[in-house]
C-alpha cells in the first residue's frame, strides 16, 4: 500500500530580505504565468526569473498550483492596497453595498485584464482544492475577505455574509473567464449578488 503523500507547510519570511525573495518570486510567476499560461511556466523557469535557488522557490511555494494561488492572493492585496475612495449613497454617507460591488467589480476587471494568468489561477484554485492545501484557512482572512469584512462593520453574521460575497465572486469571476457569461452579465450580477446579501 503506497504510503499518503506528507504535505509540507509552506515557510513563512521571517525578515526583509526573505520577504523581498518571496515578492520576487510572485513577481516572476506572474509575468510568466500572464505570457505563457500555467501549463507553460515550470518552476525552474520561475526560479531562474526571480534569481533565487529551486529549493528556496520550493520552500515559500510547495507547488506550482500552491504558488499561483499566492500570486492572486498577491495580486489582490496590491490592488486593494491601492484603492481610494469610498461610493457615497444619496444621504452623503458611505454605502456599504456599493462599496464592496465596486470594489469586487474593479477587481474583477483587473484579474481578467490578462486572461492568461487569470486562468492560471483559477486552475491552481481547482487542483489544490481538489487536493490536500498546506494550509487551509477561513476565506474571510484572506486579503479580499478581511477588506469586504471592514467595509461590512461590525454585524454579527458578517463573517457569514462575507464567505457568500467572496464564494459568490468567484463563481462570476470563473463564469465571466470561461465567457460562460459576458463580463456586461457578469457586473451585472456581481451587483445584484452583493445588494441582496448586504442588505438582507
Do not use: C, N
Not at 501549463?39 to 533565487?52: F, L, P, T
Request: charged share 25%.
Amino acid at each position: 500500500m503506497a504510503r499518503p503523500v506528507e504535505i509540507r507547510q509552506p515557510a513563512a519570511p521571517t525578515s526583509s530580505r526573505q520577504s523581498a525573495r518571496r515578492v520576487r518570486i510572485l513577481r516572476s510567476a506572474s509575468e510568466l504565468g500572464a505570457r505563457e499560461g500555467l501549463a507553460s511556466v515550470q518552476m525552474h523557469d520561475v526560479a531562474r526569473e526571480a534569481g533565487v535557488a529551486i529549493a528556496t522557490l520550493y520552500r515559500y511555494f510547495p507547488s506550482k498550483p500552491y504558488l499561483f494561488l499566492a500570486v492572486l492572493e498577491w495580486h489582490i492585496e496590491q490592488f486593494l492596497g491601492g484603492r481610494d475612495g469610498r461610493p457615497v449613497g444619496a444621504d452623503g454617507t458611505a454605502d456599504p453595498a456599493d462599496e464592496v460591488a465596486e470594489a469586487l467589480v474593479a477587481l474583477t476587471r483587473k484579474l481578467l485584464g490578462s486572461r492568461l494568468l487569470a486562468s492560471a489561477v483559477a486552475l491552481s484554485s481547482f487542483h489544490e482544492y481538489a487536493s490536500a492545501v498546506p494550509a487551509r484557512i477561513d476565506i474571510v482572512d484572506t486579503a479580499l475577505g478581511r477588506t469586504i469584512l471592514r467595509l461590512l462593520g461590525h454585524r454579527a453574521d458578517a463573517r457569514s455574509r462575507v464567505r457568500l460575497l467572496v464564494y459568490g465572486w468567484w463563481g462570476l469571476f470563473v463564469a465571466m473567464l470561461t465567457e460562460e457569461i459576458s463580463a456586461e452579465r457578469g457586473e451585472a450580477d456581481l451587483r445584484l449578488a452583493v445588494r441582496l446579501i448586504v442588505a438582507s
